[in-house]
């Protein structure tokens, strides 16, 4: 099994920059693709972004790309999501995710975080 926990949200004005950091436990953190998911208030849980066990695949909503970068380091058993021009449309609860298969569908992820808000201010 593994645990994540996610860090890094907060409150931050449009156009700025934040970094999301997911700490996994567990000694087969690298045997799992990793996923970033978000739920703004009143909407579907959607997907952001996702990053393959060896790190060299990665996916990104198009409403991010160019925008967002999620990268891994297995030796850390940590996964990272860097956010920046930051939207006020970006604003949500923000969630990682691990499942053996690389995906963009939040149901065929088997482990979740307990989710951390981000808030973006016009």
């Known amino acids: 099994q593994v645990q994540l926990a996610e860090s890094g949200g907060g409150l931050v004005q449009a156009g700025g920059s934040l970094r999301l950091s997911c700490a996994a436990s567990?000694?087969?953190?690298?045997?799992?693709?990793m996923g970033w998911f978000r739920q703004a208030p009143g909407k579907e849980r959607e997907f952001v972004a996702a990053i393959s066990w060896t790190g060299g695949r990665t996916h990104y909503a198009d409403s991010v790309k160019g925008r967002f970068a999620i990268s891994r380091d297995n030796a850390k058993t940590t996964v990272w999501l860097q956010m920046n021009n930051l939207k006020p449309e970006d604003t949500a609860v923000y969630y990682c995710?691990?499942?053996?298969?690389?995906?963009?569908?939040?149901?065929?992820?088997?482990?979740w975080g307990q989710g951390i808000q981000v808030t973006v201010s016009s």
């Open positions: 567990g000694r087969t953190f690298a045997r799992y693709a």
């Open positions: 995710a691990a499942d053996v298969n690389l995906g963009t569908v939040s149901n065929e992820y088997d482990y």
